[in-house]
């Protein structure tokens, strides 16, 4: 019975022994790990100064300013926010717009080469009751309109119509602006700019060749814009919306330009 209960001292050392080897091998086991951690942050700490060795390059490259198209030209091109423009497209959207609204010629634009030397009369675009004077605009005007605002444009149209002589669609008047200057744009607040143009309406008709000057100078506000997304394939009326806003700005208002002193 003794003998039973009791434990040798054989069996004591061998139950020692044991657990020192339990214990070795657990550190080994804390120790692998440590080290592997170790070693796997090594890992991250190198490839993160690959990666910031690649963006110190890419940041030294000059940006691209240049785009080919897919007609196979190319044009420069330069990095804007959503809301800025350049002033030299602004001061080109103001020229081109208010150039294809004021100048009168009784013809239609062209829109084709065999229509720039055989243009065709224009008969003007009706915006109001037909029958009613004054209720025509010319169709270059009508069509320059779209680069004008929502809220704006029927307003300004209506003006034009008041204002353009019965003659321009009868052939036997014509109006021409001629812009004497185009200020640079003048920042109102974040996407929004006003420019000032001075220019003159030369009326000829047939019976005054020199022509009659009329002052235009007026102060034209301009806004940015989403521009329109061309479709493939497009023509007549809509090419002509996504021409007139294609560079994504647009005319929310138009007013005379006080005198300055003399």
Not at 123 to 128: A, D, L, Q, V
Not at 179 to 205: C, H, R, Y
Not at 241 to 253: N, P
């Amino acid at each position: 019975m003794n003998n039973l209960n009791s434990e040798s001292p054989k069996n004591k050392r061998l139950r020692f022994l044991n657990r020192a080897s339990k214990n070795v091998s657990t550190g080994e086991a804390l120790a692998l790990f440590a080290v592997g951690t170790f070693g796997l942050h090594l890992i991250t700490f190198f490839i993160l100064i690959l990666i910031y060795g690649s963006y110190s390059q890419l940041n030294k490259k000059p940006i691209p300013t240049l785009v080919q198209l897919e007609t196979g030209s190319a044009i420069k091109v330069a990095p804007l926010g959503n809301r800025d423009r350049t002033p030299q497209v602004i001061s080109r959207f103001v020229s081109d717009t208010m150039t294809l609204m004021m100048n009168w010629s009784g013809n239609l634009p062209p829109s084709s080469i065999e229509e720039n030397t055989k243009p065709k009369p224009d008969k003007g675009i009706n915006i109001g009751e037909r029958g009613l004077r004054g209720n025509r605009v010319t169709s270059g005007a009508w069509q320059a309109s779209y680069a004008l605002s929502e809220d704006f444009r029927k307003e300004f149209l209506k003006m034009l119509a008041s204002m353009t002589p019965p003659g321009v669609f009868k052939g036997s008047t014509q109006v021409v602006l001629v812009p004497l200057s185009i200020q640079s744009p003048i920042k109102i607040e974040e996407g929004k700019w006003k420019v000032k143009m001075i220019a003159n309406l030369t009326v000829f008709d047939r019976g005054n060749n020199l022509g009659e000057v009329i002052p235009f100078n007026k102060e034209i506000f301009v806004r940015a814009v989403e521009a329109p997304e061309s479709p493939a394939n497009i023509g007549g009326l809509a090419a002509v919306i996504y021409q007139v806003r294609a560079s994504g700005l647009e005319i929310y208002a138009i007013r005379d330009l006080p005198q300055e002193n003399l």
